[in-house]
Every structure is written in C-alpha cells, then in structure tokens.
C-alpha cells in the first residue's frame, strides 16, 4: 500500500501549478463578479420595467440563459462562438487565452441571469411608495430607482448575493471542461504527474472549502447586517 504524502506536493513545480491554479480560480471568481452584477442589475430593471417589450427581453435573457447548463455556454463560447468572428480576429483570439475568456463570458451570463432574480426580489421588496415619493418629487423613473429604489435592493439581496458567489466560485472549476489552467486543470496535471491523487485532491478539496467556507461567513455576516433582529430570533 503506497504511503500518504503532502510534502512532494508542497514545494517546486508542484506547488506552483496549485497555486497558479488557484490565482485563477479566484482571478475568474472576481472578474465575473465585477462583469455580472452590472449586467444582473440591467436585467431586473428590464423584468421590472413599465414597457412590456423591454419585459420580454429581459425574461427571454434569463430563462435562456438559466435553462442551459453552465457547461454548454463554455462549450459555445470555446467552441460555437469564434466561428462566427472574421478569420484574423479569430486567429488572434484563438492566439492569446481564448479558454479563460471562454470561462468568462460564459460564466458573466450564467451569474448574472441568477443574480437578477435575486436583485428582482429585492425591488420588489422595497415599498412601493418609496417609488411614488421619489417620483412626487421630481424624479424621473431610472432616476428614481437609481438613487432611492436600488441601493435599498441592493442591501436587501446583500446575503443572497454572497450565496451566488459562492456557486460562483464552485462553477469556476467547470473551466476544466475547455482547457481554462485554473484549480480543477491544474489539478489534474499535478495528479498525473505526480501520481499522487489522494494527496493532490485532498488539497483541493481544502482550497475549495476554505473559500467557500469564507463565502459563506460573509453572506451569515451580511444576514446579520441586513436583518440583525431576524437574526436573533
């Protein structure tokens, strides 16, 4: 029976393709975040919009996109999209990092038609009334929820947002599935190099957990800010 050893994986090459790896699990964890909750907060103003049309783009974006697994909107973006860009922009995407761009822009989507329900919620949970007031006194509609509507949403869905992070951050290991060098993938390339599965696994396993389980402190933190008298009960 072979004997159980970290030490091989903590140091040289090994250790550095881990950690590499981990950098762009996280790298990918806040790029989406910082794409995403833009886009999350455009669509819910569609889905909440007066005009049924803006209504229905926003509806058909989400369900679209939240009805299609995350791994084939990697798949159509490594794979699908490029085919449709002019020949030389496609052979200077296909030059550079396409798989981490890929991962991107798929993940971005994903995240964000998850995100915009929530966000949805929460306007929704702001009292009516705070619109009307802001209105009686002047504002014009995206005035209105810009400054007086949203950031009242926004503390609202504070908690169940830190929850999409956290299947953010888990989804980033799909990545492996179109060559993205993030956790998952490098991984991998230290296990068959090594032979050392348990060993090489059982640290990602720690690497994912810890950062979940960060993720996770936040969002309890964030329910006790949003809602510290629920929080007592």
Not at 58 to 69: H, L, M, N, W
Request: aromatic share 10%; net charge positive; with cysteine.
């Amino acid at each position: 029976m072979p004997v159980l050893s970290f030490a091989p994986l903590l140091h040289g090459d090994y250790l550095a393709w881990l950690l590499a790896g981990l950098r762009l699990s996280l790298l990918l964890t806040g790029l989406t975040l910082f794409t995403a909750l833009p886009l999350a907060v455009l669509l819910a103003l569609l889905r909440i919009a007066p005009w049924r049309p803006l209504n229905l783009v926003g509806e058909s974006f989400v369900e679209a996109v939240r009805c299609v697994p995350l791994l084939v909107h990697m798949l159509f973006w490594y794979f699908g999209m490029p085919e449709l860009l002019p020949p030389d922009l496609k052979a200077q995407i296909y030059a550079g990092n396409i798989e981490v761009l890929s991962a991107w822009a798929a993940l971005t989507l994903y995240t964000a038609a998850y995100m915009s329900e929530d966000i949805r919620s929460g306007v929704r949970a702001v009292p009516a009334a705070q619109l009307d007031a802001a209105r009686a006194l002047g504002f014009g509609y995206l005035a209105a929820m810009r400054l007086v509507v949203l950031p009242q949403a926004l503390r609202i869905t504070l908690p169940p947002l830190l929850s999409q992070t956290l299947n953010l951050w888990k989804n980033t290991s799909i990545a492996t599935a179109i060559g993205a060098a993030e956790l998952m993938t490098q991984a991998q390339r230290v296990e068959s190099a090594s032979f050392r599965g348990f060993e090489t696994f059982a640290l990602v396993t720690a690497a994912y957990l810890s950062v979940s389980l960060v993720l996770t402190g936040l969002a309890q933190w964030a329910q006790q800010v949003v809602s510290p008298q629920g929080a007592k009960r």
